[in-house]
């Protein structure tokens, strides 16, 4: 089933078409009028270049007027295997066609509403019949039958004629044409930009990007470049000043060489306050290097093992070490904000 955009809208036209499996682009006068266009032969010739196939309007009162349009538009450059001329139907308009058939130009009758004159369209050769469903549906037709029925009159008469399924609202339009075997649907950006939107599949992809981070990334991949030390005789002030600059939830405590001794955090800091008032603030790191080492682990492991130790350790924050110096620090608010920790 061949795909079309429905648009004159350049920017969302370049978008959509860098999809790489558009058919083409159909225009209507009603679509330039609404963007605010005032060059039309000029918007013509600009989208000409910017999509595979181009419909676009051939107005006349006569089918001679419909051909001399067609033929107007041609010479301004246009390549007649890639225009289709879209004519309204009615008895100029099916006399037109077959003229521009005869010529070997492509047409789409359109406007069409009836079985009847999507049969005239098919006899005069039509390359499109291109029946308006929302419009219909808006007047209370059973649209989608109608459709349905030009289908199968091109298959048991065997027109060389496309079926279009046209004036799409929503997404529920698209599945109908894709139910009912039309050739071709032409779709808005708005609408055609989330057809392959799904809560669920949005959920599974989520999953397997989470599962696939687990199994392939490592902590240095991750780790904020951020790496907040202060020595055993810093003052608390000084650390929490070293904490507020790098936005850190907590510090990691080192000796004069550089080795790990402990770690100070925010929690820390709130139980100190809680006990003993602001005599905390005379306090230094030594004061809350405890007998427990604090939790690390290796900047090349994976984060899965990081999850792991999250969940068995409880704690907020681990210190990454590298060849047994602290090189940075994770946060577990950081693995939940990657889905990383339900």
Known sequence: MELY??????????????????????????????????????????????????????????????????????????????????IPVSNEGVRACKMLRDKGYMVNIHLVYTLAQAYMAMAAGATYVC??????????????ALIQQCVETVKKYNYNTKIMFSSVRNAEHVRNAIAVGVHTVTVPWSIMKNLTNNHFT????????????????????????????VKTNTKVFDALTLMTDSGAGAVSIVDEAGQLKGIFTDGDLRRSLKAEGQATLDKTMQDFISGTAPHTIQDTDLLYDVVNVFKQTQVDNL????AGKPVGMVDVQDFMKRNLIG
């Open 5 to 86: 955009l429905d648009s004159v809208d350049f920017k969302e036209i370049e978008e959509a078409f860098k999809l790489g499996f558009l058919t083409g682009l159909t225009t209507t006068p009603t679509f330039m009028h609404k963007q605010g266009i005032k060059d039309i032969d000029g918007a013509i010739v600009k989208l000409s270049t910017m999509v595979p196939i181009l419909q676009i309007e051939a107005l006349g009162d006569t089918a001679e007027q419909i051909l001399a349009e067609a033929e107007r538009q041609l010479a301004l450059g246009l390549d007649p295997k890639k225009t289709v001329f879209k």
């Open 131 to 144: 029946p308006l469903v929302g419009r219909w549906q808006d007047q209370g037709h059973d649209a989608v």
């Open 202 to 229: 949005t959920i599974g992809t989520q999953q397997f990007i989470r599962d696939t981070d687990l199994m392939t990334v490592r902590v240095k991949d991750i780790m904020s470049s951020n790496n907040p030390l």
């Open 319 to 322: 210190i990454v070490l590298s």
